[in-house]
T-cell receptor, first 113, second 117 residues
Framework: GAGVSQSPRYKVTKRGQDVALRCDPI?????LYWYRQALGQGPEFLTY????????KSGLPNDRFSAERPEGSISTLTIQRTEQRDSAMYRC???????????FGPGTRLTVT | GENVEQHPSTLSVQEGDSAVIKCTYS??????FPWYKQELGKGPQLIID?????GEKKDQRIAVTLNKTAKHFSLHITETQPEDSAVYFC????????????????FGTGTLLAVQP
């Protein structure tokens, strides 16, 4: 079946611009996670949803980062006033239920110039 | 907070040999330990996981062992093949299900496994 999909796969933006990254979880999955992965490192947690409720946003670096999942399916991670340090691979994962296995998408490579 | 350490950072083995990757975690409340394989340009792929009520789990050529007392867990790959070459990540989580708490994964730093034909 279809896995987790993310769009765009690559995004180049200028410093100061806003970007929106989209995640389509596996159909029917309750939980959705956002992670950020720097080159050569493991994914680092950003935020987590059960259905449409944001359960934990403790990993968001600052208030320029926000996420939503308004209908409990697709999620958007928004970064306002991007900075060069925001450049990274942003990964989304979904799981059937809270606490069950997480399946990762291919990621969005964000480059801020 | 939870911290996961992973060793070695690189591992080179001959085809057919076994490979072992070890991780330690700091939070005694951690109860879920997945392993992911990440190939170049792809997202992490779950290959096996273990929960704290189990000491060992096997799936064909891969196995994971968990020592809760020592707070470490290991991935064992037997009869390695060139297609096993990838970066492997361990992770730990405190799973509480619903109820507002997070079930986030804390990842190790990764092991680059190279299987020489």
């Amino acid at each position: 079946g279809a896995g987790v999909s993310q769009s765009p796969r690559y995004k180049v933006t200028k410093r100061g611009q806003d970007v929106a990254l989209r995640c389509d979880p596996i159909s029917g999955h309750v939980s959705l996670y956002w992670y950020r992965q720097a080159l050569g490192q493991g994914p680092e947690f950003l935020t987590y949803f059960n259905y449409e409720a944001q359960q934990d946003k403790s990993g968001l670096p600052n208030d320029r980062f926000s996420a939503e999942r308004p209908e409990g399916s697709i999620s958007t991670l928004t970064i306002q006033r991007t900075e060069q340090r925001d450049s990274a691979m942003y990964r989304c994962a979904s799981s059937p239920n809270p606490g069950s296995e997480q399946y990762f998408g291919p990621g969005t490579r964000l480059t801020v110039t | 907070g939870e911290n996961v350490e992973q060793h070695p950072s690189t591992l080179s083995v001959q085809e057919g040999d076994s490979a072992v990757i070890k991780c330690t975690y700091s939070d005694s409340a951690s109860n879920y330990f997945p392993w992911y394989k990440q190939e170049l340009g792809k997202g992490p792929q779950l290959i096996i996981d273990i929960r704290s009520n189990v000491g060992e789990k096997k799936d064909q050529r891969i196995a994971v062992t968990l020592n809760k007392t020592a707070k470490h867990f290991s991935l064992h790959i037997t009869e390695t093949q060139p297609e096993d070459s990838a970066v492997y990540f361990c992770a730990a989580s405190t799973i509480v299900g619903y109820g507002g708490a997070t079930n986030k994964l804390i990842f190790g730093t990764g092991t680059l496994l190279a299987v020489q034909p």
